[in-house]
């Protein structure tokens, strides 16, 4: 859970695989633009890796690698 941070603006500078990581949650994070996702990152399969979210402008605002791992996040994202 990432909460309360508002100086956060990125994880790491790089792309993480988290092959045994099931959510991300994400509140009070205005300046986090950045996941070190790609569309492999996270747990595949029934228990999926899924981002929660608070505000919905945040989400909006989420610079994401590319195409694929938009469109593989986004499905995933739920608000909290």
């Not at 996270?42 to 590319?66: A, C, H, R, T």
């Not at 195409?67 to 608000?79: D, G, N, V, Y």
């Amino acid at each position: 859970m990432l909460n309360d941070l508002p100086e956060l603006k990125s994880i790491y500078w790089s792309f993480l695989p988290f092959p045994y990581l099931e959510k991300i949650i994400v509140e009070e994070c205005p300046n986090l633009k950045k996941l070190p996702l790609e569309s492999r990152s996270g747990k595949q399969g029934e228990n999926v890796l899924y981002i929660g979210y608070e505000d919905m402008k945040w989400i909006e605002n989420v610079e994401w690698g590319d195409e694929a791992t938009k469109t593989r996040f986004l499905l995933s994202c739920i608000q909290v």
